[in-house]
């Protein structure tokens, strides 16, 4: 790795302006939660989980993985962890941290190479394929003015498209694999076959409106569905996605 010149200031001079050799800039991504039941590893565990990436494929494609060891106390031992990273990384799930960990874990998963991170909101889908929040948030009175942003080509596969300060528009179809991430609505004028997350900040008044439904996962202000959970009746048809009552609803257009 090469290091910056420093230049030496001039005598009796100022120094001069160094350049910053990196940047600091807040991401937005979506982590999926495995969810280890207490137990044995053993080989109907990862029977289980190979028919569950067969079912979806290009939804944990390249996915940021988290363990969540609520349900797993006894996963505790640095090589039972280390086993299940590497099979699971084996798999292409890019398992990154452990959350819900007691302090045993902790230090488990340092020896696996993986980090401890605070719980994010959880949305498990129920039996009717929906989710149910937590506490309602409250949104900020004085909210930033929007700043939306407009696509007007294709979003391929493995492109993420962020609208930090509001809706994101999109003019053409968004690719499986692709992730479309807004603080706001999201717009898709064309074919929805990736990821898409409205209200990414918490709003949830924000929608998801588009051509044609074909998704991997749809979320407003993180609650979710994903495309198994969703009615075959909506697939290929306009539709828009909304927060009511609690509950993700997708409903057709026309």
Same mark, same amino acid.
């Given at each position: 790795m090469s290091v910056p010149h420093q230049d030496i200031p001039p005598r009796g001079g100022a120094p001069a302006a160094a350049v910053k050799p990196f940047q600091i800039r807040g991401r937005y991504f979506t982590a999926v939660a495995l969810r280890p039941e207490d137990g044995p590893l053993d080989q109907a565990f990862y029977a289980a989980l190979d028919a569950q990436l067969r079912w979806n494929p290009h939804f944990f494609d390249g996915a940021p993985l988290i363990l969540d060891l609520a349900q797993a106390p006894g996963l505790s031992r640095p090589a039972e962890l280390r086993a299940l990273t590497d099979c699971l990384r %084996?798999?292409?799930?890019?398992? &990154?941290?452990?959350? *819900?960990?007691?302090?045993?874990?902790?230090?488990?998963?340092? !020896?696996?190479?993986?980090?401890?991170?605070?719980?994010?909101? !959880?949305? /498990?889908? *129920?039996?009717?394929?929906?989710?149910? /929040?937590? #506490?309602?948030?409250?949104?900020?009175?004085?909210?930033? #003015? /929007?700043? *939306?942003?407009?696509?007007?080509? #294709?979003?391929? %596969?493995?492109?993420?498209?962020?609208?930090?300060?509001?809706?994101?528009?999109?003019?053409? #179809?968004?690719? %499986?694999?692709?992730?479309?991430?807004?603080r706001g609505s999201i717009h898709v004028y064309g074919r929805l076959r990736g990821r898409a997350m409205a209200?990414?900040?918490?709003?949830?008044?924000?929608?998801? &409106?588009?051509?044609?439904? !074909?998704?991997?996962?749809?979320?407003?202000?993180?609650?979710?569905?994903?495309?198994?959970?969703?009615?075959?009746?909506?697939? *290929?048809? /306009?539709?828009?996605? &909304?927060?009511? !009552?609690?509950?993700?609803?997708?409903?057709?257009?026309?």
């Open positions: %084996s798999r292409g799930l890019a398992v &990154f941290g452990v959350q *819900n960990a007691t302090p045993e874990q902790i230090s488990a998963a340092e !020896d696996a190479g993986l980090i401890t991170i605070a719980s994010g909101k !959880d949305a /498990p889908l *129920n039996m009717e394929g929906s989710t149910r /929040p937590g #506490p309602r948030r409250e949104l900020p009175k004085k909210l930033r #003015p /929007p700043e *939306n942003r407009l696509i007007t080509q #294709p979003v391929r %596969s493995g492109q993420t498209v962020v609208a930090e300060g509001g809706d994101l528009v999109v003019v053409g #179809p968004v690719s %499986s694999g692709a992730e479309l991430i807004a209200g990414a900040e918490g709003d949830e008044t924000a929608r998801i &409106f588009c051509h044609s439904l !074909d998704a991997e996962l749809l979320a407003v202000a993180g609650l979710y569905r994903t495309s198994e959970n969703l009615e075959p009746e909506l697939l *290929n048809r /306009p539709v828009q996605v &909304f927060l009511q !009552d609690e509950r993700l609803c997708v409903e057709a257009l026309g």
